[in-house]
């Protein structure tokens, strides 16, 4: 047993893990915290995808205790008080949900992403989601949902921005 | 008119909202109080008579039950044409992954573990994998007489005489390869009896109401005390079309009267569902000099594996669609579905009609090659359009806006 301390979605916590339990384990079987899927179990598919301290990682080849002293955002963790994030409000807008079951990782690779560049090129976006597979075959749609979302996050910036001069 | 509300307008799908958030449900997000968890064992031989021994297995602490082909209360078969799939394999195998016995134990771990421990005896009896040679009188019956599962004829016209007027005649063999769904989110489920005695299984499925009947079948009860739940589906495209854990999961349910488990790995998921049937397909196709297509003979042969499934259908559409969308007067089209010692084939996206175009178009492709046309010339000259007969005879009478589609692509390509 390892003792570790760690923060999923802004939240501190220590926890007793053994030391053959994996993160993706400890964040379904623990935390409840389902949305992080389980799709291959050896880092092909990025349905397990995580952001751990900025970086996108598959949490099925992470062990848990490598999780110690880092910051974990999972798809619980990207929702706002007033609703969705852009990113998720972009997906559901351009129509690139489809069985759902990559989406979670999908939307936290965009989010890694878009986090480093704010405005990627089509190309650099296909890069950004390269490790995340989608069987649906929504591709073409997901790449779109990025693009759109690197679009509202720009104005919700300038809305800001903006809001910010008037007080 | 008034403006309609849904068509022509942009809407967001009623399961998106959960989706994005990660709230959406697929089975394995289903946690139960108490739950046993349920691990496979299954046939590590292609073609073999077996003996099961569970006894040590039965013997690990955490292990609450096996169950076996004995203890299926109703009847040991299942399969959405034919019955040809057991339950649990009772007397032989016919191919690897075939499910022999089901280990219901407090963790997966244990599951797992013990799964390592049912002892299986195997006699190996001789496997054909080519469907050519499984068809041919002497090779090893996988089943209880033919191999061949399945025939369809269509004949239209008379394709002998029709070559002998041909300018250009092309006669070649394609091979198509089996091809896995994999869907991203595996098979996974959890079964109960609730308080009225109805067994509960919750599984991704794309057939509810036939799982209902399959289980209702296989436990021995009626169909009105099984109830399928089918929560959210992490894609399927045909793979989900026959069972895989529903009876197991059941069964188990239905025994112990306690909640069970299971989450099929990768590797597992690839065993358990069906794929795409590979084809052999022999093409002899003729045309005169002005590139008309006037004769076509098709022998198609699809290796459906060691069950069924939906061959029957699949190798009908490949039958129907084999003049691809031309006009030929003269056809004469043979397909069968035969068993083998591969993995078992069924539906998957396009359902036979996929294989197909893989032969007729490259035919169509030589042709043009040989009497020094475009590729999109000939297929111009003998695409279908409203008035045309197919080979199976249907009119085409209303919209077929093929040649429109093949110019607009043209004018686009060049």
Redo the contacts between chains.
């Keep these: 047993m390892f003792r570790i301390n760690f923060t999923i979605n802004n939240k501190g916590y220590t926890v007793d893990v053994d030391e053959a339990l994996r993160l993706v384990d400890l964040l379904r079987d623990k935390f409840q915290l389902t949305g992080t899927k389980e799709g291959c179990a050896e880092g092909e598919c990025g349905a397990c995808t995580v952001i751990m301290d900025g970086r996108t990682v598959q949490s099925c080849l992470v062990m848990a205790f490598q999780a110690d002293g880092s910051n974990i955002t999972t798809i619980e963790g990207l929702e706002r008080e007033d609703g969705l994030h852009p990113i998720q409000r972009a997906f559901l807008d351009a129509g690139a949900v489809q069985c759902g079951f990559c989406t979670p990782g999908m939307v936290l690779s965009s989010k890694a992403l878009l986090d480093k560049n704010s405005n990627p090129s089509r190309e650099e976006i296909r890069e950004g989601l390269s490790g995340n597979l989608c069987r649906c075959t929504g591709y073409n749609k997901i790449v779109d949902a990025v693009a759109l979302a690197s679009k509202y996050l720009k104005e919700e910036e300038s809305d800001g921005a903006s809001e910010n001069s008037r007080k | 008119m008034e403006p309609l509300k849904i068509v022509g307008n942009?809407e967001?799908?009623v399961?998106?909202?959960?989706?994005?958030?990660?709230?959406?449900?697929?089975p394995?997000?289903i946690?139960l109080e108490n739950a046993l968890y349920g691990y496979t064992v299954r046939s590590t031989k292609v073609h073999a008579k077996i003996e099961v021994d569970i006894k040590k297995a039965e013997e690990i602490e955490g292990v609450v039950k096996i169950l076996t082909h004995k203890d299926v209360t109703g009847m040991n078969a299942h399969g959405v044409l034919f019955k040809d799939q057991e339950v649990f394999c009772s007397q032989k195998v016919r191919r690897i992954g075939d499910p022999i016995a089901f280990v219901i134990a407090k963790s997966q771990k244990v599951a797992k573990e013990a799964s390592k421990m049912v002892e299986i005896k195997y006699t190996e009896l001789p496997a054909v994998f080519d469907p050519v040679e499984a068809m041919k009188e002497d090779a090893p019956i996988i089943h209880d007489t033919t191999n061949i599962r399945y025939y369809y004829k269509c004949r239209k016209g008379n394709v002998e005489e029709a070559f002998k007027k041909c300018d250009v005649i092309v006669e070649r063999e394609y091979k198509t390869s089996m091809v896995e769904?994999?869907?991203?989110?595996?098979e996974s489920g959890v079964s109960y009896v609730d308080k009225e005695g109805v067994i509960n299984v919750c599984a991704a499925t794309q057939y509810p109401h036939f799982d209902q009947l399959e289980v209702a079948e296989g436990l021995g009860v009626n169909k009105e005390q099984v109830r399928i739940i089918n929560p959210?589906?992490?894609?399927?495209?045909g793979g989900r079309e026959d069972i895989t854990l529903q009876i197991h999961l059941a069964l188990g349910a239905y025994l112990l009267k306690k909640p069970i488990r299971m989450t099929y790995?990768?590797e597992e998921s690839f065993y358990a569902h069906a794929k795409r049937h590979p084809i052999v397909m022999k093409y002899k196709t003729g045309a005169d000099k002005n590139g008309k297509l006037i004769a076509m003979e098709a022998t198609l042969i699809g290796d459906t594996g060691a069950y069924a499934s939906w061959a029957i259908n699949v190798m009908r559409k490949a039958g129907v669609h084999a003049t691809g969308p031309y006009e030929i007067q003269n056809v004469a089209i043979d397909s069968y579905s035969v068993y083998t010692n591969n993995p078992y084939c069924g539906a998957m996206r396009g359902f036979g009609a996929t294989q197909v175009p893989v032969a007729s178009e490259q035919q169509m492709d030589i042709i043009a090659e040989k009497l020094g046309i475009s590729p999109i010339e000939i297929r111009l000259r003998n695409c279908f359009k409203v008035g045309s007969k197919t080979a199976t005879g249907q009119l085409l009478n209303e919209s077929v806006p093929l040649k429109k589609c093949i110019e607009e692509v043209q004018n686009k390509l060049f």
């Design positions: 942009r967001i799908r399961d998106g909202m959960a989706k994005v958030t990660g709230k959406a449900i697929y394995q997000d946690f769904h994999a869907f991203l989110q595996t959210a589906v992490g894609g399927a495209f790995s990768r």
